[in-house]
């Protein structure tokens, strides 16, 4: 199983990003997916979290009304649209994936079976 994460860069406070990430080695379906990020000297921390179908998304809160999960089965890839980024919001961003007959989604890193390699968002003010 692959995860492969891109997307990330250098911009701006107020500029927007979408990250990708792109699976392979597994039946996409039958996953939920997720996005973390760990800022320097931070822990890994939740971002947002989608079901195997699209119809059930959660998000931290602080990015809440920013950012917007998305998945595409078809291309078993799925999305991280970032808005109105800001300084806080610079981390290394992986992509995570956990089988969906466990739960449907997940915030917590302990119930992801798969991980991304990150790809970095720097966020200057």
């Known amino acids: 199983v692959q995860l492969q994460a891109s997307g990330g860069g250098l911009v701006q406070a107020g500029d927007s990003l979408r990250l990708s990430c792109a699976a392979s080695?597994?039946?996409?379906?039958?996953?939920?997916m997720g996005w973390f990020r760990q800022a320097p000297g931070k822990e890994r921390e939740f971002v947002a979290t989608?079901?195997?179908?699209?119809?059930?998304?959660r998000y931290a809160d602080s990015v809440k009304g920013r950012f917007t999960i998305s998945r595409d089965n078809a291309k078993n890839t799925w999305y991280l649209q970032m808005n109105t980024l800001n300084p806080e919001d610079t981390a290394v961003y992986y992509c995570?994936?956990?089988?969906?007959?466990?739960?449907?989604?997940?915030?917590?890193?302990?119930?992801?079976?798969?991980w991304g390699q990150g790809t970095l968002v720097t966020v200057s003010s």
């Open positions: 995570a994936a956990g089988p969906s007959s466990s739960y449907s989604t997940s915030t917590a890193l302990r119930e992801y079976t798969y």
């Open positions: 989608i079901n195997w179908s699209g119809g059930s998304k």
């Open positions: 080695g597994l039946t996409f379906s039958r996953y939920y």
